[in-house]
């Protein structure tokens, strides 16, 4: 059964249908909620509302980005609202103090060969969660700042310079784990 065909379906509220594009995206996308909750069950909550509420607005897609990405964003924003919910509030810097940091086109999110992909998640999950989201959104989920600053409620000033600190932060705790210091 064609994708386009389960979909419409599932607007007609097919059961059948419905478990079938969940049983597709469910793992992929308890792995974007996993980045973002740290709790394995929160993570699960989230997925099973984002489907919920995916099934409910299903009339609203339009087919303009696959499924899956439309079932992404609202996977991200279900994970931020679950951590505003919980009091984990997005701190937003003080618009007049900050400074606004933009990396060249040429710029490299370059490591040591030495650092392996769980060293760079270890290192992303220990920045303050002010950086770790906007990297997170900005680095791993690809969105850039004006998607960034709708989704965590912030300026675009606010999400270049958040990315452009997290970014120095994370190279530091990367270098610091290269030269044998950090972990």
Request: glycine residues 2%; hydrophobic residues 40%; charged residues 30%.
């Amino acid at each position: 059964m064609f994708q386009v065909d389960i979909i419409e379906q599932c607007k007609q509220n097919n059961r059948k249908a419905q478990m079938q594009l969940y049983n597709q995206y469910c793992d992929g996308m308890y792995i974007v909620a996993k980045r973002f909750l740290k709790d394995a069950a929160d993570a699960e909550d989230v997925v099973q509302e984002a489907f919920i509420k995916a099934f409910t607005k299903l009339h609203q897609y339009k087919a303009e980005v696959t499924f899956g990405a439309w079932l992404k964003r609202i996977v991200v924003n279900k994970s931020i609202d679950f951590l505003k919910s919980k009091k984990q509030e997005l701190v937003e810097l003080d618009e007049v103090h900050l400074k606004v940091i933009d990396t060249p086109k040429d710029d490299k999110w370059l490591v040591a060969d030495t650092i392996t992909i769980n060293d760079v998640k270890k290192a992303i999950n220990a920045l303050p969660s002010k950086y770790q989201y906007v990297v997170m959104l900005y680095l791993i989920e690809g969105y850039d700042h004006q998607e960034i600053s709708k989704i965590l409620s912030i300026s675009e000033v606010a999400s270049r310079t958040q990315l452009s600190r997290g970014k120095a932060k994370l190279q530091e705790i990367l270098t610091l784990k290269n030269n044998g210091t950090r972990y």
